[in-house]
Structures are given as C-alpha cells and as structure tokens.
C-alpha cells in the first residue's frame, strides 16, 4: 500500500495485488455466490467501474463447493473476472446464522441453511477453501459478535479472534508454499473486533497489527449499531492501524457512510446495499435516493440520474424500468442493479479525484448529507 496523498484523515493510495493495482479509497462490489445478483456478471463489471470483487467463502463452500472451483481454475477461471478478488472468510455467518452453529475454540460447528447438513470450519478450514478459490484476499476466520455483547463476552471473543488469526496466518504460509496452489501470493488480511468497546477495540488492534498482514479490517459495524458509535469506533481504531497498510471497513455502507469514513481514514469498502436496494427499485442519484416503484415515474421519460452516464441512463427512462419491475421482469432489476454499482464505483472516483486536487473537505462537506436524502 502506498500513499500518494492525504489531506486531514483521508488518504489517497495505490494498492498493489497479485492481480492488479487498485486505486483507493475503493469500493469492492459484492458477488456472494460469484455472480452478482440481478443477473451482472464479472464481464459487466468492468463497464461498470469496478476495481475489486468480492465473493462469500461459506456459500461457495456450501454450494457448488470449493473444491469444484478449484478444478475449475479458482474464482479467476470460474466467473472470468480477471482483476483482483476478496474473499470474506466465513466467519460473518458465526453471527448471521447464530441459530445454526456452535462455538468452539478449534472452530464453529454449522448447519448449512441450504440443506441442513453439518459443517464445521475453523482457521485451518477457512484458510483451505479460500485457497481453493484462488481469491487475491483471504479474509482472517474470526468471530462476530452481535451488538450489543457483554464486555467480559467481548474481551474473551477478541482473545480468540487473535489466536485464530496466528492460525490463519501459518496455514496460509504452509498453503502459499505448496506446489499446486493457484494462488501462492495470496493475501492475508486480519480483523478488528471488540463491539463498540474503545479499550477493547484499540487493545486488539495494537496486538493484531503487530503481526505483519498485508491488510486490516474493521468488522463487526454495521450491524444494528447507531451510525454515531460505529463513527466513534472508526475514530478510536484509526491512530492505531498500521499507516502503510490498506484499512478496510467491513459491510458499509451507504454513501454517506462511506464519506464518512475516508474523512475518518479508510480505505477500502463492501456492501450489498447497492445491489440488494436496485433490485426492489431504490436507486442512488447525485440529488439523493429514490424509489422507481412510485407512481410519479410511471410515465417519465427521463434517466434516472440526468448526471449519470452509465449504461442504464444513456438508454432507458425511469417510466420502463418501472414498469419492467412491476412486471416483475429480470431486466429491470439488472438495470437498477447496473445503475447502483456505477453510482458507488463512480462516487469513489470522484473522492479520489478530489482527494488528489486537495478539495475533498469541499466535496465531503457538499454531498455527505445530499447523498442520502430521499428524493
């Protein structure tokens, strides 16, 4: 990670990966079970801006299986995206499917919620499937636990986030070592954890960062918490994270998270907002958000946003692409879906363009509240 540039906390970087520069601060587009949803494929993609792809270890393990992925050239040979690729490690289902998993030190034990079959994954299990996948990034296997969490249950869930995170690490070595991986360069990327606890948060930090990974997240936000404790949290960790590594904020967010956070000095983003939002006609404009289904676009012929260039605005009006989700028509939620992904990945270019001219603080004071209005 180098940084070209700052101005206050924001920092503009270049990130160096086996599989190409990305440009930060960055958003990673979200394909959970490698595709994104609403029928955009790696191939769109690019035409859409994106630098990074993001896919999910657990339900690619699940369903088709990793190994499959593997004999079929890693995620790189299975979706034909040729540029960089994250994969998340698995351990966000610790907390979303907490009615279908145990905790233990050696790892969680799972029921898949495809078919109800028992899984269990650990560091060394983690490590293994996202091997097989190929991906650039390997998320660290840690746990997430819910907010608000006990301080005694979130000291203890930290402590075992970082000895899983040291097992991460030495069966990545042992991994990128052998003869046949597909990716013997890939990346280890470690989590921040400790809820919305400064003392743990910045505890954990200082100790994870002693480790010497080529990333560092933040997770465990943006899970119900108020905005305002995940912002105090990001404040706390920040003076804490290694300056010559890429800062990740894990599952966020809106745009005005998102400003929020590179004034705050982060760097890099996922979120299925974009995507998830599109599909039911909530689409992301330079005025603010809104909602197609609305019965005052039936009829107009406008783009959705007359600032926007992507490939849905220079093509339809806001009167089809309502009526193709009221028909419940797939076109529809792959053009909103279209629309939403260039939006974001047109957003951080506009950061980093301004962060590169010294008026970010002009341009963050200007469209943090704009963003997310609701037109």
């Avoid at 700052?6 to 601060?25: I, L, M, N, S, Y």
Wanted: hydrophobic share 35%.
């Amino acid at each position: 990670m180098e940084i070209i540039k700052t101005e206050g906390k924001a920092r503009r970087g270049v990130f160096e990966t086996p599989h190409g520069t990305v440009q930060t601060p960055a958003f990673m587009n979200v394909a959970t079970s490698a595709a994104i949803k609403g029928a955009v494929s790696a191939f769109d993609l690019k035409d859409l801006r994106c630098q990074v792809m993001l896919c999910n270890t657990y339900h690619l393990h699940v369903r088709p299986g990793d190994t499959l992925v593997r004999e079929m050239g890693g995620l790189h040979g299975f979706t034909g995206w040729d540029g960089p690729i994250l994969t998340d490690s698995g351990g966000f289902q610790v907390f979303s499917l907490s009615s279908l998993r145990k905790i233990k030190e050696e790892g969680v034990h799972f029921r898949s919620h495809v078919d109800g079959k028992k899984i269990f994954m650990g560091p060394e299990e983690s490590m293994r499937i996202q091997s097989n996948l190929g991906s650039t990034i390997a998320m660290a296997f840690d746990e997430c636990v819910e907010n608000p969490a006990k301080y005694d249950y979130s000291r203890q869930s930290c402590q075992r986030t970082t000895r899983w995170l040291k097992r991460c690490q030495e069966e990545m070595a042992r991994l990128n070592s052998l003869p046949d991986t597909i990716n013997p360069r890939q990346m280890l990327f470690g989590i921040n954890q400790g809820c919305t606890y400064e003392d743990l948060r910045v505890e954990h930090m200082q100790e994870i960062a002693q480790l010497g990974l080529d990333g560092y997240a933040i997770g465990g936000l943006a899970v119900g918490e108020p905005t305002e404790d995940m912002y105090r949290i990001i404040e706390a960790v920040e003076p804490h994270m290694p300056k010559d590594k890429i800062r990740y904020l894990m599952g966020v967010g809106t745009p005005e998270n998102i400003l929020e956070a590179v004034h705050r000095g982060v760097d890099l983003f996922d979120c299925v907002m974009p995507s998830r939002n599109a599909r039911h006609g909530h689409v992301f404009t330079w005025q603010g958000h809104r909602n197609l289904i609305n019965n005052k676009y039936a009829n107009d012929p406008r783009p959705i946003d007359e600032e926007c260039d992507c490939p849905t605005c220079r093509r339809y009006s806001r009167g089809y692409i309502r009526h193709l989700l009221k028909a419940n028509e797939m076109l529809g939620m792959r053009l909103t879906v279209m629309h939403n992904l260039y939006f974001y990945n047109r957003l951080m270019e506009r950061i980093r363009e301004a962060l590169d001219e010294g008026r970010f603080e002009e341009f963050y004071r200007t469209y943090t509240n704009r963003l997310d209005v609701r037109i």
